[in-house]
């Protein structure tokens, strides 16, 4: 499976972003960059072009909806998924119709996380 090169993981919770960036090191040998909301995120994806975002959906000064939108106009083929702790079906929709490439819930188990990524990686960058 072909690892994105650069991963932003966006997410105000620090301990959040220390949990997944582990899982993300998980899919190979990937840069990991880190943003505390979603004008950091702006800003780091702009000087770093990712190749991959993991979007926190509930954080202050902008919100994953709104930076998912801002990174999409930015970018019209960013990659994102989006990371949420919610089971709000109508913003998880509203998510994927904006653009988002997929959506995982935060509070799944380690390894399931894992998994959801690694398919959602496959269909977004392929296959070796």
Known sequence: MPAPGKILIVDDEVHVRKFVRLIARSL??????EAGDGKEALAKYAAEAPDL??????MPVLDG?????????????????????LANRQTIEK????????????????????????????ETFGEN
Do not use: F, W
């Open 53 to 58: 975002v993991l979007l926190d959906v509930n």
């Open 65 to 85: 909806v709104h930076t998912l939108t801002a990174l999409l106009k930015q970018d019209a083929k960013a990659k994102v998924i989006m990371l949420t702790s």
């Open 28 to 33: 190979g040998e990937a840069v990991i960059i």
């Open 95 to 122: 998510c994927l119709n904006a653009g988002a490439a997929g959506y995982i819930r935060k509070d799944t188990p380690r390894d399931s996380i894992l998994s959801e990524l690694t398919t959602i990686v496959r």
